[in-house]
């Protein structure tokens, strides 16, 4: 007989990306819902990857990570943002982003301690702070615009707050913090001693004439900051799941006694794969101009619906407003909206309200663009009865 079991987690559900893509595989619908690209990464990389398997680099690696991938991460860093990361103390592998995140909040948050999250947040977030025996202090992005406001950040810091998190640009919405913001956000910690969480994993996908302004580029922000940053995001090979947490050596010393008891380490050859990949700079350079392209593609054909367009700022998520379209459609729930479009329409996307503890409603659904062309001319083709 199996034992009986008090749920740990009894509000804790399957994530929104699941139900949508298996929905999604049932119906035969065009999956624009989960943030993954339907498109192969450059060959160069995965003949990086096999030629370190073939030289032997099979066996555990550093629980840091290899030097060659820290050394060249600490000089893309010092490159793009002008700061100095020491690779041996203050970068740090990880097996993708939500493993990085996690592993930070359980190493410095602890039982009763205040961690504020910027609703809409990806939806990793609220658990990881619980499952530390945080807190959660939900804080509303602007709605429609979702930029962040600073009076309400304001308020909810308390002597209680350990942490932010902050994200940019920013899932879901695609919104990118401006320059002025991270001052604002800066000032706002300075007197303080509350850590910075800032999830960067879009950060090479940021459109003109926008530029993206990471925690790194900030002296004050950066003293105080974990960076989390994503292979997978950046070069189209997210089922890798390898990214990089870079901070300070103190906030380093404590994410590691972690890290080495919840994953030890990441996989050898792909570190040394990405390592040599990363000698040159154009695949990250380039990125924002090649998402800006299925961008402008993908707004070109929705702008053709009846769906009202919101800035598409970073990221490769589109969000637009359904209150414009007809009778029944614009009185569905996001979330009934979403199954109604997967099933009738064709087409799975994720409802705002699903990033939200309240499942707060302002009719709004995400999609994600990174996929090949004719995957979004299908699903144009598809929601132009719309």
């Known amino acids: ?72 991460m600490a000089q893309k860093i010092k490159r793009l943002y002008g700061r100095d990361y020491n690779p041996n103390t203050e970068i740090t592998v990880t097996a993708g982003a939500t493993q990085a995140i996690l592993t930070i909040i359980l190493a410095v948050v602890h039982a009763g301690d205040e961690v504020i999250v910027l609703e809409p947040c990806y939806d990793s977030y609220v658990p990881n702070i619980e499952m530390a025996g945080g807190v959660v202090v939900r804080v509303p992005l602007s709605p429609g615009s979702f930029r962040p406001d600073f009076e309400k950040i304001q308020a909810a810091m308390t002597p209680r707050t350990r942490a932010i998190i902050i994200n940019s640009p920013h899932n879901p919405s695609g919104m990118v913090w401006t320059r002025e913001e991270m001052l604002k956000l800066q000032e706002l910690l300075e007197p303080t001693e509350i850590l910075l969480i800032s999830d960067e994993v879009y950060e090479h996908m940021v459109y003109a004439p926008l530029e993206h302004h990471s925690a790194s580029s900030f002296a004050g922000l950066a003293e105080r900051a974990f960076v989390v940053s994503s ?44 390592a040599r990949y990363m000698a040159d700079p154009e695949p990250y350079a380039g990125l924002s101009a090649f998402y800006q392209r299925k961008r402008d593609l993908f707004r070109d054909g929705l702008s053709k619906t009846k769906f009202k367009l919101l800035p598409g700022q970073g990221t490769y998520f589109q969000c637009v407003d359904i209150s414009n379209l007809g009778v029944p459609e614009k009185n569905l729930s996001e979330s009934d909206f979403c199954q109604w479009l997967t099933r009738e329409v064709g087409v799975a996307a994720i409802p705002l309200s699903a990033f939200y503890g309240d499942q707060f409603d302002q009719k709004v659904i995400r999609f994600c663009f990174a996929k090949q062309d004719s995957t979004l001319e299908q699903a144009l083709q598809r929601l132009a009865r719309l």
């Open 1 to 72: 007989m199996t034992p009986s079991l008090i749920s740990k987690h009894p509000n804790m559900g399957t994530t929104i990306f699941t139900v949508m893509s298996a929905l999604a595989t049932e119906t035969g619908a065009v999956n624009l819902g989960q943030g993954f690209p339907d498109f192969a990464c450059d060959p160069n990389l995965v003949s990086a990857v096999h030629g370190a398997m073939q030289e032997g680099l099979n066996q555990y690696p550093p629980m840091t990570g290899v030097a060659p991938l820290r050394e060249a």
């Open 231 to 274: 292979f997978g995001k950046t070069y189209h090979v997210t089922g890798w799941k390898v990214g990089t947490v870079a901070a300070p050596a103190s906030m380093t010393t404590e994410f590691r006694k972690v890290h080495q008891f919840n994953v030890f380490t990441v996989n050898t050859p792909v570190q040394h794969g990405l």
